[in-house]
C-alpha cells in the first residue's frame, strides 16, 4: 500500500464550487504540505503543517485553506473555485529529522471549468 | 525573477549519453539542494541531496554545488530510457525547524531514446 495517497485522482468542477481534496499517509511524519504544480511553474507550496496545532501558509495560500484532522491527515479546500486554480496538487510529508527528504502523495489532477 | 531557474526542456537524449541538467539560483542564504525525479503521472521522489558546495556521487548520478556561481548541476552517466522524466531541483536556506520549505525549480524534462 502507498505511504502517501490522496483522494480523489481526478477531478473536474465547475467555478464557484466548494471542492476538498484528502490526503493520507501512514509513514508516522509529523509535517504534511500541499503543493500545485503547473506547467514552466514548478511547484508551489500551498499550506504546510508542523503538527496538528500548527499550520502555516506557503507561497501561494489565496484562495485555499486547510485543515489537519489527525497526525495522519490533512486536507486542502477551495472554498469557491476559478479556472486558474486548474493544476496538478500534491500531498507530502517529512520526518523532523530528515527534511530534505519529502515523500510525494501520486497528485491530484483538478479542472475548474 | 525567480529565487531558482531551471531550463524547463525538454531535453531528449539517446540511450547511453551524459546528460547535464542545471539551475541556478539567487539566494546565497540556500544550504541545502536537492534533485528530484518525477515519472509521468507520478509524484516527485528524492534522488540526491547535497549540503553546500561540492560534489556527491551515487551510481551513475553525481551532483554539483557551485555556491560561488549560485549554480547546481546534476550529471547522468550512461543515461536509460528508464532515466526518462522530469527532474527537479530544490533548494533551503536552512533545513531543521524551518518546515522543511523547499523551494522548486520549474523541472526539466528528460527522454532517453533507445
Known amino acids: 500500500d502507498a505511504d502517501v495517497t490522496q483522494t480523489p485522482r481526478n477531478r473536474i468542477t465547475k467555478t464557484g464550487k466548494r471542492i476538498m481534496l484528502e490526503c493520507s499517509q501512514t509513514k508516522g511524519h509529523d509535517r504534511m504540505y500541499w503543493y500545485r504544480q503547473d506547467p514552466g511553474l514548478g511547484l508551489r507550496l500551498i499550506y504546510y503543517?508542523?503538527?496538528?496545532?500548527?499550520?502555516n501558509k506557503g507561497e501561494i495560500s489565496d484562495g485555499y485553506s486547510v485543515s489537519r484532522q489527525a497526525q495522519a491527515k490533512f486536507s486542502l479546500s477551495l472554498e469557491s473555485a476559478i479556472p486558474n486554480q486548474t493544476a496538478l496538487y500534491f500531498c507530502?510529508?517529512?520526518?523532523?529529522?530528515?527534511?530534505?527528504?519529502?515523500?510525494f502523495g501520486p497528485g491530484t489532477r483538478l479542472l475548474v471549468l | 525573477q525567480k529565487e531558482v531557474e531551471q531550463d524547463p526542456g525538454p531535453l531528449s537524449v539517446p540511450e547511453g549519453a551524459i546528460v547535464s541538467l542545471n539551475c541556478t539560483y539567487s539566494n546565497s542564504a540556500f544550504q541545502y539542494f536537492m534533485w528530484y525525479r518525477q515519472y509521468s503521472r507520478k509524484g516527485p521522489e528524492l534522488l540526491m541531496y547535497?549540503?553546500?558546495?561540492g560534489n556527491k556521487e551515487d551510481g551513475r548520478f553525481t551532483a554539483q554545488v557551485d555556491k560561488s556561481s549560485k549554480y547546481i548541476s546534476l550529471f547522468i552517466r550512461d543515461s536509460q530510457p528508464s532515466d526518462s522524466a522530469t527532474y527537479l531541483c530544490?533548494?533551503?536556506?536552512?533545513?531543521?525547524?524551518?518546515?522543511?520549505?523547499?523551494?522548486f525549480g520549474q523541472g526539466t524534462e528528460l527522454s532517453v531514446k533507445p
Open positions: 530544490a533548494m533551503s536556506p536552512m533545513i531543521y525547524n524551518q518546515g522543511g520549505k523547499l523551494i
Open positions: 547535497t549540503y553546500s558546495s
Open positions: 507530502a510529508t517529512s520526518d523532523l529529522q530528515r527534511e530534505e527528504t519529502q515523500y
Open positions: 503543517s508542523f503538527d496538528v496545532k500548527d499550520i
